[in-house]
């Protein structure tokens, strides 16, 4: 097809140590687009720091992921759980990621899109199991996450995230599970 390259080219934006590259890819009818990687790359780090952070508790490291005002809805099969700011979302993550748990959640398949030098939004596909160890329940599923992101101060931050489930399983332990590795059991719960 006349007008169509047939092949991607990366370009530098700037010569300066820490460079952008800018991936040209074709596209159909000789027009383009262009993926900002470093950024990408940057905000994939966010997100799986996050899920990393939250399954091992670790709340310190989960501080620096979110604006001060960041907006929450998580809509599950029985849930609707709105939040608006940092500080009750920590809260909220103690109390649920502790030794009265354990946490597995991985993110998948990201599609993100630099808006702005400042602005983007991503879509992630969740794949989750959680264990109530307290009321024995194990809930497993998938969900896609809608968050959008700035950038502040150098870094990208989460300013809104959203999730809708795909599907949503839980289920009752007939007995308290045998765990061989708990990482969690180190984490005290919040006191009351």
Not at 3 to 31: I, K, N, Q, W
Not at 151 to 168: A, L, N, P, Q, S
Request: glycine residues 6%; aromatic residues 8%; neutral net charge.
């Amino acid at each position: 097809m006349a007008g169509v390259r047939s092949t991607a080219a990366a370009l530098r934006v700037d010569a300066s140590p820490r460079s952008v590259y800018v991936l040209v890819l074709p596209v159909t009818l000789g027009h383009t687009m262009s993926l900002r990687l470093e950024d990408i790359e940057l905000i994939k780090r966010v997100k799986h720091k996050y899920f990393r952070s939250i399954d091992m508790g670790d709340i310190k490291a989960l501080e620096d992921l979110f604006v001060p005002d960041v907006q929450v809805c998580y809509i599950g099969g029985t849930y609707r759980w709105e939040l608006k700011g940092r500080t009750p979302l920590l809260a909220s993550i103690a109390a649920a990621f502790n030794s009265n748990s354990v946490g597995c959640h991985t993110g998948h398949h990201p599609e993100i899109d630099v808006l702005t030098d400042t602005t983007a939004v991503g879509t992630w596909y969740l794949t989750d199991i959680y264990l109530n160890l307290v009321e024995q329940t194990r809930t497993t599923g998938s969900a896609l996450y809608q968050d959008r992101y700035i950038k502040e101060d150098g870094r990208w931050r989460i300013c809104e995230t959203t999730y809708t489930r795909v599907y949503e399983q839980v289920e009752k332990l007939p007995e308290p599970p045998t765990l061989t590795a708990h990482h969690l059991a180190n984490v005290p719960p919040p006191k009351a």
